[in-house]
Structures are given as C-alpha cells and as structure tokens.
DNA sequence: GATGAATGAGCTTTCATTCAT
DNA sequence: AATGAATGAAAGCTCATTCAT
C-alpha cells in the first residue's frame, strides 16, 4: 500500500465503507468486507475507526459537510432563490445520478437506522452544517420577500422529502425518465409550494 | 393462549412483528423477540410464517392494503382537490401519531432494506395498492382541471416524500410543533407545489 | 382415506417411508414428510409408529423378510449350484432396477447408518432371514460338493459385496451397461470364487 | 495452542472430523462436536472450512489420494497379479484394523450420502485417484495374460465389493475370526473370480 | 502500525415428538 | 383413530471484536 497519512488512510476507509454501506446495507456489510475492499487487515482496521458504529458515525459527518460545503457555495452566489432551488436541485440530483453513495447512505442507512446513530447523532447532531446551510437558503429567501415564511421544518420537510423521495424512485428505477429530465418540474413544484402567497 | 383460528393468530404476529421491526428495525429484531411478543414458541413461529424475509414481505403488503383502503375511502368523498389533500395529510399525520408502526415500517423498513423485498416484491410489487389510490387520487384532480398535469412520478415523490420527511422529524423529535399544527400549511404548500398554473 | 385395518395402514406407512428414505436418505427425510406422502397428519403416524428409529427398524425387518422369501423360492429349486448363483443375482438386479427403494435402503440407511439400527437390530438381528436363507444356499451348495467349504461370512462378503458394488455403481449412472447385460458374466465370477477347487 | 501453519491446523481439522463421521456418521456429528474435538472455536472453524458439506468433500479426496498412493506403491512392484491382489486385499484390511477411520468413512459416509457429494463430486469425481489406481491394476494383469478381460466395472465391483462387504461384517463384530485371518482365502477367491478361463 | 487467527455470543431455521381437541 | 398446532432443543453458520505476534 501507498505510504500514507493516518488522515489519508481514514478517508481511504471512509471512501470504501460508503460505497459497500450504500450498496448493500450497513448490516449486510461486514468489516472484513470493508477491509478486503481497501486492502488492509482487520485488525488494523480497527486502528482508524473503534467500532462499526463510530464508522457509520464519522460517515454521516463527512456527507453532511460534503453537502453542507455545496450548498454554501450555491447560497453564497448572487442568483435569485428560483435559481437557487433549480441549483440545490440540480446539484443534489446530480450527485445522486454520478456518485450516488453518499446520498444513498444519507436516505438508507442514516435515515432509517436511527438505533447506530443513537449516542452523539441525536436529533440533527451528525447533520448540522447540512441542515444549517438549508436554512440559511430559507432565511435568505425569507427575508428578501420571495419566500412565505413559514416553519422551517415545514419548508425542509418538503425540499428534502420531495428530492430524496424522487432519488428512492429513481433508484428503484421506476422513473420513466431519467434525473436530469425532472430538475426544471420539480425545482417549479418547489418554488410554488415556498413562495410568498 | 387464547382459542384463536390459524388466521386470527398470523394477525396476532403481524401485529407483534410490525411493532417490533417499525421500533427497532428489521436486522435487530429477532425471531425469538417476535416469538416472545406473542407468546408463542420459536419454532411455531415457522408454522406461519416460512421466513423472516417472507414475514416481512407480509407486512408490508398488508400495510400497503390498509392504507390504500384508507385512501381510496378519501377518494371516493365528494370533497374537492383541495380537501382531499387535506384528508390524506391529516390521515397520514394521525397514522403517524397515534398507530405508528404502519409507516414508520413504511419508511424505516421497507424503504431502506430493499435487499429484503428483492423477490417477489421489486418495483412497486408490494405497495400497488397503495400507490394505485395514490394515482387514482391525482387523475382525478387533473381530469377536474384542478391539478396541473405532470408526470406522476413527480406528484407522488413529492407528496409522499414531504409527509415521509415530516414524519420522520417527527420521530426524531426535532419538530416545534406537534405533527396536528402543520397539517394545513402542508396541504397548501401541496396545493401550491401540484395546482393548475 | 380409504377404510383399512391397522396392518395395512402400517403398510401404506411402511411403503411411502421406504420409498422416501432410499430416495432422500434417513436424516434428509422427515416424518412430515412421510405423513404427507400417505396422507396422513403427522400426530397419526405416531398412533402407528412410536418413533422414526423403531420405523426404521421395523423396515429392514420387513425387506430381509422379503428377500428371505425370495431366496428361499430359488433355494427350493431343483436346480444346480450355478443356476442358482445366476438366479440369485437376477432377482436381486431385478428389483435393483424396477423396486430399488428395498436395496437401496438396505444399502444406503441400514448398512450405513448403524447408529439407528443399535437397540435392537445389533449385529445381524434384524437381517437374519436374509442372512440364514444364504447360509442355506452356501451349505447346499458345500454339501453338494459343489462349494468349496469355507467360512461362510467371506462367502456372504463375496456375494453380496459384489452384488451391492454393482448396484451402488449403478444407481450412480458409471456403469456402462444396464444391470441386465451383467447378470451373465457376474454369476461366473461368483461361481469361479467359490466353487470347490 | 501448539503454534501450527495453517495447513497443519486443517490437518488436525481433518483428522478430528474423520474420526468423528466414521465413527458417528455424518449427520450426527455437529461442528461443535468437531471444533471440541480440535480444542478450538466453531467460528474459528469456519475460517478453514466454509461449510460442513465442504469439508465433507475434501475429506473423501483426502482419502482417494490416500488410498490412490498406496495401491500405487503395490502397483509398481515386480510381484505377480495373485501377489499384488494379496497385498491390496492386505493393505486394505490393515487400514481397517489400524486406522479404520478412513475406511469406514468411504463406506458410510461417501457411499450412502450422496446428496452430500452432489456438487462437484459428482459420479467418481472426487475418488478418481483411488478408482484410476484400480484401473491401472486391472490392465495390467489383463495386459499380462493373467486376468480374464472383462468389463471394468464389474471386475472393481467384485473386488471393492467384497473388501467393502467384509470390513462391514468386521465393524459390525460379526466375523468369528479377525481381518488378518481372512486375508489369504478372500484373496484367492478374488483371484478366481477374476483369472483367465 | 499491521496481521489474521481466534473467540463466542447470537442468529435463523429445522424437526422429532407431544397433546389438547 | 385422527388432527395439526405447539414445543424446545439443537444445528449450521456469521461476525464484531480482540489479541498474540
């Protein structure tokens, strides 16, 4: 193996164990599985990461400031908040046609198996600078008049529903047409339910 | 135990099964802990059902009839679009509160294990009754000029991911409100979100 | 089910048994199983038998009966050593090839599976009208000058060694020719081996 | 635990489960039984065999090239045809007297398990050491002038047969005189059965 | 840091047998 | 005699985690 930092050799792990989680599952996949695919021994395994748990733990953290960092970057740009919802749309979208892991271990793994995120993960704990960056989007949009201002709960709810509901279907492969096909309807759908009334 | 006909007694472990695997989860629960819910040995557990994966196909197959049923009872009113978006929200939101288990296995179990419901129930197999009222719901509100006419796909992720993403905030507590206070402001974002433009 | 009396009932039982565990094997088969077959609930099978061991033994007693009875038949000829050796393997290559449940249980469970034969069918108790109609044949055939005098269980050994090898490689499909096309040139070897020299 | 190579370790696995199947059969004897045996973990056992049936398989190969090897060594001796059936007559019935494990387990295990060996041990597969040895035994003696030219199969019959048949009468405490006794008689009746006419 | 053999608890599933009806 | 639901012990196998090297 490549001589590599603690850093580096973590993210290497964090790089495979997402792709086997998302894929099949966290119970289904074992530690030996996730070791083979790296190419380390078990043992060692457990030198970068304590338990299977804690593993799942660090992951959701990664995916969390991986999507918090994207969206921070369409909030920071001067668009109008149409365009920004066709952009966070869009980006989510593509992530989940290109490099579908992480959004898939988001809505599989993270959101329904809420007993290994149990201590430290609680409530929105793992997935703050996501959800953060959400309502930073919904306050800008607010306070510049183009949003109702409503509950934010309400308003994440139906955003995050809404997408993740679309990528389960499209990964089903149920969609009769591909990701790309819904970004301009459902980023429409979206701005109609939000905006000012 | 209680005289019970062989049908009677396959509910009495669908009922036990649903709320085990909806709290916990399909890999944690195990056989003995449904067995003993019951109060039933192990062994006689596999006089009713062959597996575990087919108990779980089981269930969800039940739950999709059950609310289909609920949905098509909504269907079949006079009411108006509006209403009966209204009425499946506040159908939904009630499930959610006060019989959970149904939809949170929905959503915790069934949408996340798909490695389970691989034969026999891929696609959309288990859950056409459901998702046919659901269909049913939107044409109507097409062909009435009152909901705007896009694919269905669409419609549905959005609907149904909103609530299932509304639910889950729920569970986890992260809510202000209770599920009661959003029902009408979600009907209306949904409104919004599918109307005639 | 037709009206029977309890011996024939246990006929039926004996039957379906035998074919199911010359098939599948002893431990493969379960009592389920055979109750199915016949047609019968499984609680009754235990009116007639008390246990799937005592089902086993009463089996082979059965067979070594029947084979005792056919043997007898060829041993009360009037024929010569030789064509008795020649009618001996025909009968039994016979029923290898057109009723192979009795041999093949003799062969695969009985010799087998000592384990289950212990209470009761020790050493060759449970065989013994089988085993005492050769020993006729073998004492004749001495007597008659026309065997070579030695101890019979090599005798037996040669025989009925050779008669099971032939069947086993038949019932695994090597043999090249059908059991039939072997009778001939068996019956010489046999003779060839035991005749006084 | 004595420190040992893996291979080693399998050895000691294998020479545990021998003893274990022969004595006891195969359906009776349990992993644990056999992991006990070896004085290690069941989970430990798995990492050097991954199944029962598996381990099974490898056993009967070990025993071919076991057996193969030393028909071998006789096979390329100078002795005559009558000497060489002797001292196969005489290796077989001394493993059966010392090491019977071996023995046993091809005659009670392999012969009447099939359904164990079905996968990739199918036919002669998994025995063609031992069955190629014979073969070669038989074409030379026919070669030389000193056997009859017959089939195969039905000279193997007659001679792994009658060993067969005779160390089952052994095992089962039946033969008034030991192995060794018989060896001289039996080989002549082999010799006969088989010798040119 | 690195290895992978070792552990052991626990899972799903099977089945001979019993027993209330 | 007949039924088949019920029992419970035990089997094969898995896997997170540890630990000697």
Chains 1, 2, 3, 4 share one sequence.
């Not at 998302?22 to 070791?35: H, K, L, M, Q």
């Not at 966070?88 to 809505?107: G, K, Q, R, T």
């Not at 800008?140 to 309400?154: A, I, M, P, T, Y």
């Amino acid at each position: 193996m490549a001589r590599m930092t603690k850093e580096e050799r973590k993210t290497t792990i964090i790089s495979a164990a997402l792709q086997l989680f998302s894929e099949r599952g966290f119970y289904i996949t074992t530690i030996p599985d996730i070791a083979k695919k790296v190419g380390m021994s078990v043992g060692n395994f457990y030198n970068y990461f304590n338990s299977k748990d804690i593993l799942a733990k660090e992951l959701i953290i990664y995916i969390s400031e991986y999507l918090g960092r994207n969206i921070r970057v369409i909030n920071e740009k001067e668009s109008s908040t149409e365009e920004k919802i066709y952009e966070i749309v869009s980006m989510y979208f593509n992530m989940a046609d290109e490099e579908p892991e992480m959004i898939e271990y988001f809505l599989r793994v993270y959101l329904s198996n809420r007993e290994i995120f149990g201590d430290g993960c609680e409530g929105m704990l793992c997935v703050s600078p996501f959800v953060t960056e959400m309502m930073m989007f919904f306050n800008d949009g607010v306070e510049c008049g183009k949003l109702h201002n409503q509950d934010f709960f309400s308003a994440f709810g139906l955003f995050m529903g809404y997408l993740g509901g679309m990528v389960f279907l499209f990964g089903e492969k149920i969609l009769p047409e591909p990701l790309e096909w819904y970004k301009e309807s459902i980023s429409q759908n979206i701005y109609n339910a939000l905006k000012t009334r």
